[in-house]
Nanobody
Framework: VQLQASGGGLVQAGGSLRLSCAAS????????MGWYRQAPGKQRELVAA???????RYAESVKGRFTISRDNAKNTVYLQMNSLKPEDTAVYYC?????????????WGQGTQVTVSS
């Protein structure tokens, strides 16, 4: 499975960005997909995840601001990020798992930088 992330960039605080992650390869093996982020000097954290059935979960810090969704026909997962804050600045990573997104997903995409200026 290959995961190709896109959509990062520089945005002012209060702005929005949408990240996309397209899966290819043995996609039949994927159940859950999600997004992690890692800020400088901090540990990687789970931002949002979505199961094969569409159940979503979010980090407390992004609830109400970020929305994860998936288009199974396009094998793509999205992360809509609204009301961005400088503390959202990080490298965002797409991930996928054969069961449930947790500490060590089966598959990782490359990171995409998100920078929020104050």
């Amino acid at each position: 499975v290959q995961l190709q992330a896109s959509g990062g960039g520089l945005v002012q605080a209060g702005g929005s960005l949408r990240l996309s992650c397209a899966a290819s390869g043995s996609i039949f093996s994927i159940n859950s997909m999600g997004w992690y982020r890692q800020a400088p000097g901090k540990q990687r954290e789970l931002v949002a995840a979505i199961s094969g059935g569409g159940t979503t979960r979010y980090a407390e810090s992004v609830k109400g601001r970020f929305t994860i969704s998936r288009d199974n026909a396009k094998n793509t997962v999205y992360l809509q990020m609204n009301s961005l804050k400088p503390e959202d600045t990080a490298v965002y990573y797409c991930a996928a798992d054969r069961v449930r997104i947790a500490a060590s997903p089966d598959y990782w995409g490359q990171g995409t930088q998100v920078t929020v200026s104050s």
